[in-house]
T-cell receptor
């Protein structure tokens, strides 16, 4: 079964430091996403990425966040200057295609990267 | 009013019980409805996916969508201890960005042997 792979599984950082979370989406998928889940809270959409550009972002995804697909396989989320409130599980997800029909709209999540900001 | 509401539980049932999990939503634009299962400190795993109204069955799981009431349900028959997890409802609008899911809070289910 194809899967979305995320690294690291857990990262501890000091406030103000830059963090890069990495994801390898399912190889033939075209749409890529980052979600966040603060402990005890809902899973929240951060950003979607298609055709090498951001297609949509939430209010949470401010100038401190950026995403990149530096090569044909990796998809990264960078937080430039981490804050305490950035502590959360970050999930990468990918989607083959949108619209109707078999296999459409099925979002597959990775296991997550837990970020702890001290 | 929150876009998606889900009772967080926890819900505790004996093994073999029928479990009913529910979500309500406010936005009539939602067309795709999903149920995800999430184990502790793991990513959400898709269980069921339904487009528009109706029922869908997969083994012990049945998903129901009632768009007129803005209400979705997941039923688990013959529940097993391995079903113990948090169940998240999720939904998305039309076809413009169907990977942008709006999640419920999640209901924590414990099935006792």
């Amino acid at each position: 079964e194809p899967e979305v792979t995320q690294t690291p599984s857990h990262q501890v950082t000091q406030m103000g430091q830059e963090v890069i979370l990495r994801c390898v989406p399912i190889s033939n998928h075209l749409y890529f996403y980052w979600y966040r889940q603060i402990l005890g809270q809902k899973v929240e959409f951060l950003v979607s990425f298609y055709n090498n550009e951001i297609s949509e972002k939430s209010e949470i995804f401010d100038d401190q966040f950026s995403v990149e697909r530096p090569d044909g396989s990796n998809f990264t989320l960078k937080i430039r200057s981490t804050k305490l409130e950035d502590s959360a599980m970050y999930f990468c997800a990918s989607l083959l295609r949108q619209g109707r029909g078999s296999g459409a709209n099925v979002l597959t999540f990775g296991a997550g990267s837990r970020l702890t900001v001290l | 009013q929150k876009e998606v509401e889900q009772d967080p539980g926890p819900l505790s049932v004996p093994e073999g019980a029928i479990v009913s999990l529910n979500c309500t939503y406010s936005n009539s634009a939602f067309q795709y409805f999903m149920w995800y299962r999430q184990y502790s400190r793991k990513g959400p795993e898709l269980l069921m996916y339904t487009y528009s109204s109706g029922n869908k069955e997969d083994g012990r799981f049945t998903a129901q969508v009632d768009k007129s009431s803005k209400y979705i349900s997941l039923f688990i028959r013959d529940s097993q201890p391995s079903d113990s997890a948090t169940y998240l409802c999720a939904m998305t609008r039309g076809s413009s960005n169907t990977g942008k899911l709006i999640f419920g809070q999640g209901t924590t289910l414990q099935v006792k042997p």
